[in-house]
């Protein structure tokens, strides 16, 4: 019930493209949706988070679009460059910020 | 203002020793949690402390592995007897409240032989 599905594993865009990352969570008392962006060698960086009263958050050519009936949430990446070429992680945690349980990543690459 | 700083970022060890991996977290969190990495997996929650206390250890194997976060100086995360299977990448994330956003540091990458 702790988990949180991530698909797909690895994904190929070309530039200017949208890409489209997934996840789905079991436990209705997640309350914070963060996704995290991660360059080889690097932290995770955070990228945009979401909170369950809101269905779509929108920051630069990302977006965070949420189900919470579904009990899932999406990344969406639009204009996709080279440099967004990395591994992207959702996360789901109760009570704000504490203990954030990750899904397994996502390899983007955005070819030229 | 700098990020979390986390020292070493490469360890290697080998069988049998102890790893001892420092975070310092930004300046003005006061709250701080361990990941653990493995090859191609998502990050695993270990622990969660605060100043002198460890709020949450639920994600922390039960033996050999302890962390503390003192009142001075940075919180450690500590690996007793290490096995090839403690290799991964580390990492340390805080926040200055429980309800913001985690900042992550770049990780210790240990690696044991």
């Known amino acids: 019930q702790q988990q949180v599905k991530q698909s797909p594993q690895s994904l190929i865009v070309q530039k200017g493209g949208i890409s489209i990352i997934n996840c789905a969570y079991e436990?209705?008392?997640?309350?914070?949706f963060p996704w995290y962006q991660q360059f080889p060698g690097k932290g995770p960086a955070l990228l945009i988070a979401?909170?369950?009263?809101?269905s779509e958050k929108k920051e630069g050519r990302f977006t965070i679009s949420f189900n919470k009936s579904a009990k899932q949430f999406s990344l969406h990446i639009m204009d996709s460059q080279p440099g967004d070429s990395a591994t992207y992680f959702c996360?789901?945690?109760?009570?704000?910020?504490?203990?954030?349980?990750f899904g397994q990543g996502t390899r983007l690459t955005i070819n030229p | 203002n700098a990020g979390v700083m986390q020292n070493p970022r490469h360890l290697v060890r080998r069988r049998g020793q102890e790893a001892r991996l420092r975070c310092s977290p930004m300046?003005?969190?006061?709250?701080v949690y361990w990941y653990r990495q493995l090859p191609e997996e998502g990050l695993k929650f270990m622990v969660y402390?605060?100043?002198?206390?460890?709020?949450?250890e639920s994600g922390m194997p039960k033996e050999r592995f302890s962390a503390e976060f003192p009142k001075e100086g940075p919180s450690i995360l500590r690996i007793q007897q290490v096995v090839r299977g403690d290799s991964a990448a580390y990492f340390c994330?805080?926040?200055?409240?429980?309800?913001?956003?985690?900042?992550f540091g770049d990780g210790t990458r240990l690696s044991i032989l």
């Open positions: 300046k003005g969190h006061s709250h």
């Open positions: 994330a805080s926040s200055p409240t429980v309800l913001q956003p985690q900042h």
């Open positions: 436990n209705t008392a997640f309350d914070y």
């Open positions: 402390l605060q100043k002198e206390n460890i709020i949450d």
């Open positions: 979401i909170r369950p009263d809101v």
């Open positions: 996360a789901a945690s109760v009570q704000g910020a504490q203990k954030l349980v």
